[in-house]
């Protein structure tokens, strides 16, 4: 058996929960060994983006909220969702709109990252956006959000001292340093 071949045999599949965002569905499986076995997937309805802004001196804006899931606050890059089918860079264009109040004129793809591939689905790109333009938020109604302005090297600390926690945060914000060479 090539060892890049799914190794799984799928007997049956059902929906167990489903909303606007989410649906997860339980598979009833044969293991590798042969032996049945449960799956849960977790499908998402989006694409999660994310978008480190970057000026002519090297500042980031990272967001701060409260995230309901965790019962905690956090510091990210700007993330939201996109539509599967429509072009991840659009998504990304209106979500730091919607965030910052910034425009870019530079658009750089950095990175394609699967969130948490044993158990969902879920497919994030991260951008690199440059040659801002101010403009006025456009917050959504789940959003109270606080706007922080940090050179990316410092950005890079609060990764590095946990104070950054966010997986595509981490990504984003370890890549544009490596790319920007900070």
């Known amino acids: 058996m090539n060892l890049t071949d799914n190794p799984f045999t799928k007997i049956n599949t059902k929906e167990v929960y489903d909303n606007p965002w989410i649906s997860v569905r339980?598979?009833?499986?044969?293991?590798?060994?042969?032996?049945?076995?449960i799956y849960g997937v977790v499908h998402f309805k989006n694409l999660a983006i994310g978008i480190i802004p970057i000026d002519q001196d090297g500042f980031t804006y990272l967001v701060g909220q409260y995230r309901y899931t965790l019962n905690e606050y956090f510091w990210e890059i700007v993330e939201g969702g996109g539509p599967i089918g429509i072009d991840p860079i659009e998504s990304a264009k209106r979500e730091l709109k919607e965030e910052t109040g910034f425009s870019a004129a530079k658009w750089t793809k950095i990175s394609t990252l699967h969130t948490s591939n044993s158990v969902t689905d879920e497919v994030s790109y991260i951008y690199m956006a440059e040659d801002l333009t101010e403009?006025?938020?456009?917050?959504e109604d789940t959003e109270v959000l606080q706007i922080r302005k940090v050179h990316i090297s410092e950005a890079v600390k609060m990764v590095m001292n946990d104070e950054i926690t966010d997986a595509i945060s981490i990504a984003g914000i370890l890549k544009v340093a490596k790319i920007l060479n900070i």
């Open 26 to 37: 339980e598979d009833q499986i044969l293991k590798p060994n042969g032996s049945e076995g």
């Open 135 to 139: 403009g006025d938020t456009e917050f």
